[in-house]
């Protein structure tokens, strides 16, 4: 490597540094110095005695969290953040600690620091994505191939599901941020009006200038493939048995429903909940993203499937 490439890439490097750590770091300071969030959640999960869910609360992967951690019975209070103002108290709560979030890959510029779900007990443990979650619901080996093949695969999906919701935000205009106050408690829900007057048309606007990853349509399609394949393995499963995971719904289905919960909508989902809402008023963008989706997965078996579970299982939705 010359002396050019080798300054290139130490200028490379400090932009990424400043993207991954400084730039959250300033902004878990201002937050923690600001006390805008509830506080230190280890001190709330010590001191209440319950474990607290840091999440987004329409995000899909914090669906999966929520739905697993519900599923186990555990005694929990859910934190909510909205996009961009979940950066501060996400990264505070893991950085320090060393709580990266190994398996997220959406936004990369935050080092996996600033990613929900986040889980915290009241022992000061943690589980620090919404594998680790559903594993210890269900009580699986993280390692057991068969698991970790799917899991994987699960993984990839949602990564790209996230783009239906975002599309759907950035392009037919549905504010996926009005999910109801009731979604955070009292310290947190300042965030609504911060979201609908400002962050919410900043990120939409941002994701237009392509500088967030979220709302591109070429990872749409990209995900409307992969969908396409992994319902076609779904059905191939289900020829044979009532569920992915057996006789009895287990982790395999959680994954795959909340996974797709964005392409289908179901209306126990507590994901896409104003999207639902257009849908079951008849007013979904009739081009749009989301009805594009709709239609297609939820004429399969595999999205039947996908309803079904939610109906019959989404038992504890908030
Ligand atoms: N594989 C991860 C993915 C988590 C993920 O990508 N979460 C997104 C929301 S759907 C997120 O936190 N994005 C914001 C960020 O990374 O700062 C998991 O299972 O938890």
Redesign the pocket.
């Known amino acids: 490597m010359g002396p050019e490439s080798d300054a290139a890439s130490r200028q490379e490097e400090s932009v990424d540094s400043w993207q991954n750590f400084m730039m959250p770091r300033t902004y878990a300071w201002i937050w923690s110095k600001l006390k805008l969030g509830g506080g230190c959640p280890y001190q709330a999960a010590c001191k209440t005695g319950r474990s607290k869910l840091l999440s987004?609360p329409f995000?899909?992967?914090?669906e999966?969290?929520l739905w697993a951690a519900e599923h186990r019975g555990l005694e929990f209070d859910e934190r909510s953040y909205l996009?961009l103002l979940?950066?501060g108290p996400?990264f505070e709560a893991r950085f320090a600690r060393g709580h990266v979030?190994k398996?997220?890959?959406?936004?990369k510029?935050?080092g996996?620091y600033?990613?929900?779900?986040f889980l915290i007990h009241p022992d000061g443990s943690v589980e620090?994505?919404?594998?680790s979650i559903l594993e210890a619901t269900f009580k699986i080996d993280p390692q057991d191939a068969k698991w970790h093949s799917w899991k994987t695969k699960m993984?990839k999906l949602?990564?790209l599901m996230?783009s239906v919701s975002w599309s759907g935000f950035v392009h037919d205009g549905i504010d996926h941020g009005d999910v109801g106050s009731e979604r955070f408690d009292e310290t947190l829900r300042w965030q609504l009006t911060q979201w609908k007057w400002f962050v919410g048309p900043l990120v939409a606007q941002l994701c237009k200038w392509d500088v967030l990853p979220m709302s591109n349509l070429a990872t749409l399609e990209h995900g409307r493939d992969m969908l396409r394949e992994v319902c076609d393995d779904v059905e191939e499963v289900l020829a044979s048995q009532c569920y992915l995971s057996g006789d009895k719904f287990g982790a395999y289905d959680m994954s795959f429903c909340a996974l797709t919960a964005f392409a289908l909508l179901p209306p126990e989902t507590s994901g896409s909940v104003a999207a639902v809402k257009l849908l079951d008023a008849g007013k979904l963008p009739l081009h749009g993203v989301h009805l594009g989706f709709l239609n297609e997965f939820r004429q399969r078996k595999a999205g039947q499937h996908v309803l079904m579970c939610y109906k019959k299982h989404r038992l504890g939705k908030v």
Do not use: K, M, Q, R
Not at 103 to 107: D, G, K, N, P, R
Not at 114 to 117: F, H, Y
């Open positions: 987004i995000s899909h992967f914090s999966l969290g996009p979940h950066v996400l979030n398996t997220s890959v959406i936004v510029g935050s996996g600033t990613s929900v779900p620090s994505d919404s594998w993984d949602g990564s996230v």
